[in-house]
């Protein structure tokens, strides 16, 4: 398994300074991805900034951690997991479903699986298959349409088409349909502004 780096290099307090953008009185809490994190030497306020443990924070988003005494440095390593994580909360950042969904649509276009993949929940990202939207011949156009909605949940119909092409009409590439719900925090709060793609239907493929 590929695996990316950071180095800091500095005290053995093993620190990460982050930008302070709004915290309440002593003590500071420190919440990763909506969970409550407890570590050992709580954050500070020094300078302005809030101080907090690094290793608490890159273990708790899945990196490893380790302290070089000789160098006095601390090395933090990436898996391809975490990375692809990073990616797909990027990618699935949308002010609405109806972008979110636009998003998606776009990667689709380009035939582009492995990002099309991240937009979906791991549970069925391997529904995203080269039989599914093809290889080879150019997408033209992308049609988006909203099914239903109700409560945190939306459903959607896409079709893409190839051409037209000379005096050959448009024709069906592959159609879906697919149900978008907001991501939600271990205590099952909504993260705002980002979304999965829940589930998938390829009711067509050429």
Not at 60 to 78: H, K, M, P, Y
């Amino acid at each position: 398994m590929g695996k990316k780096w950071l180095v800091v290099t500095g005290a053995v307090g093993l620190t990460i300074v982050l930008a302070t953008v709004a915290f309440a009185a002593n003590p500071i809490k420190l919440i990763v991805n909506g969970q409550e994190i407890k570590p050992d030497v709580p954050p500070q306020l020094i300078g302005g900034r809030t101080m907090v443990p690094i290793r608490w924070v890159a273990e708790a988003l899945g990196a490893d951690v380790q302290w070089d005494e000789q160098n006095r440095t601390v090395i933090v390593s990436l898996t391809e997991k975490l990375e692809a994580d990073l990616i797909s909360n990027y990618l699935r950042t949308a002010d609405t479903p109806k972008h979110f969904v636009e998003n998606f649509a776009r990667a689709l276009q380009g035939r582009n699986g492995a990002v099309a993949r991240l937009f979906l929940t791991p549970e069925i990202r391997e529904q995203i298959k080269p039989e599914v939207i093809g290889t080879s011949t150019p997408v033209k156009e992308i049609e988006i349409n909203e099914a239903t909605a109700s409560e945190n949940s939306y459903r959607y119909n896409i079709k893409a088409y190839y051409g037209p092409y000379e005096d050959q009409p448009p024709a069906l590439a592959f159609e879906m349909n697919l149900t978008v719900e907001p991501e939600k925090y271990p205590d099952g709060s909504v993260v705002p502004g980002r979304y999965f793609v829940t589930k998938l239907e390829a009711s067509h493929c050429d």
